[in-house]
């Protein structure tokens, strides 16, 4: 197996690929406010005309995670020229109905996260209800703001499981890092539902090969001139191994508590550890920056 390479910067591989493609939570930011180098990075990319991608498992459509990238971080259209969400293609997914399972799970809906990411979809016509026997599905794209851990969920779960409830996910990821600290996600409820016996739809973003090859169709360069940049063995990488794209490891995102608690730091460790995940790491840096 190729070992990954460990370039001091993104100016090293510069001259490699014509498309940079990021992960955001992670490695653009750490949930509160950008990396120092972050922006340093994505403005002398732009300046040796690179392409720039962005893929999200953000739960928000495009349209409003653009919005709050911009606001939040100052990141908008000048720094990228595609910017994609697993947000976007749930939204999609729940507006256009493309297969059986989707025409037939119905509009009632228990919602499950912050009211400003599920009303989008809930002005595709869906109704909100609070009683599993009234639901149709279960829509969730996060967690509910006062309920962070996975325990104060499995009550609901076993009375969505009874009712025979699918668990719509319009984010996949497990876990996210927020400043420094490492907090389950929306696709944690996912899997646990699954693992209970529940009907899950979470194949929408990362690692899943739809929110990739549309990044590239987007950016129109060849798949081997293209790069992924992400911090998340499970989603970013592994999704990039699944489309045959070059990626970057960052390992000062969500696995950093892993790598320092089995006190892994030297190369070769990083290499033992990659490859006991059976994943292909083409770089490694310990965050983006020039």
Partial sequence: MLRADFPAGLSVLADRYDAFIFDMWGVLHDGVQLYPEAMRALQALRDARKKVGIISNSPRPVAFAAANIAQKFGLDAAHYDVLLTSGQLAYEALRDRPDEALQQMGTRCITIGPAHETQPYLALGLQAVADPAAADFVLCTGLTPGKERLEAYRPAMQQWLEQGLT????????????QGVLNIAGGALAEAYQQMGGKVRDDFGKPYPDVFN?????????????????????????????VNLPNVWITGGVHAPELEQLNIAKREQLHVFIDAKRLHVTHIMPQVRW
Avoid: H, W, Y
């Fill in 214 to 242: 549309r990044a590239l169709e987007s950016l129109a360069v060849p798949r081997a001139r293209a790069v992924m940049i992400g911090d998340n063995l499970q989603t970013d990488i592994a999704g990039a191994n699944g």
């Fill in 167 to 178: 668990f719509f996910c319009a984010n996949p990821d497990r876990v996210v890092m927020k």
